[in-house]
């Protein structure tokens, strides 16, 4: 089975931190996708990556980062969390052939 | 934009109705598209998937979809609901932009089963 980790299940930290979330996929998938999902919006892309050290922007990049040095890893970076970061994030992989698998979440709340 | 949509935010249903989700994409050329579920507290699960030929795919649960091109149209049916359909249901579909595949969902829409 395919198995998306991510690092964390719940969060919580301070306005202005810097935080990571980390996100590992053992099914050797060219695709990685970080979302944040809210009540009523659903899931929005944040950021994906095609490639090692590769990266596009998503339709909410404003105030994320991500990287992405190796296959299996990717990382998505909050350079100084807000309180309108508090969210569910969720990471994906897929191949070209198939649907996205998703890490269980990450809940993070910025007070 | 190009993007994925629910226009049904919230439907209710009794036991035993029929169900129909709509979904529409707004990008042209291959598509690829899903159905997922998530229930209360869970994780989202995969319902269905199109990618090529039958347009009519049948999913787990008793779910099917209708990959319709020239409506750019994905719809989720299924003929008899049950208490436990009661669920958000999430579209989603696949985006090549300069070789490169965005996988973006729609907004969602709640479904409620009453018993």
């Known amino acids: 089975d395919v198995k998306v980790t991510q690092s964390s299940r719940y969060l919580v930290k301070r306005t202005g931190e810097k935080v990571f979330l980390e996100c590992v996929q053992d099914?050797?998938?060219?695709?990685m996708f970080w979302y944040r999902q809210d009540p009523g919006l659903g899931l929005r892309l944040i950021y994906f990556?095609?490639?090692?050290?590769?990266?596009e922007k998503g339709d909410i990049p404003e105030g994320y980062s991500v990287s992405r040095e190796k296959k299996e890893r990717f990382s998505l970076i909050l350079e100084s969390a807000s309180t309108n970061q508090t969210s569910m994030y969720l990471c994906?992989?897929?191949?070209?052939?198939?649907?996205?698998?998703f890490g269980q979440g990450t809940r993070l709340t910025v007070v | 934009a190009q993007s994925v949509s629910q226009h049904n935010h919230h439907v209710i249903l009794s036991e035993a109705a029929s169900l129909e989700l709509g979904c529409n994409y707004s990008?042209?050329?291959?598509?690829?598209l899903f159905w997922y579920v998530q229930y209360p507290g869970q994780h989202l699960q995969l319902l269905l998937k199109y990618f090529s030929g039958d347009p009519l795919v049948k999913g787990i649960k008793g779910f099917e979809a209708e990959f319709i091109k020239s409506k750019f149209s994905f719809n989720l049916r299924k003929p008899s609901v049950q208490w436990s359909d009661t669920a958000e249901y999430f579209c989603?579909?696949?985006?090549?932009?300069?070789?490169?595949?965005?996988?973006?969902f729609g907004t969602g829409t709640r479904l409620k089963v009453l018993a």
């Open positions: 989603a579909g696949t985006l090549t932009t300069s070789g490169t595949y965005k996988y973006i």
């Open positions: 990008y042209g050329g291959t598509v690829n």
């Open positions: 099914m050797d998938h060219e695709n």
């Open positions: 990556s095609y490639d090692v050290k590769m990266k």
């Open positions: 994906a992989s897929r191949s070209r052939n198939t649907e996205a698998f």
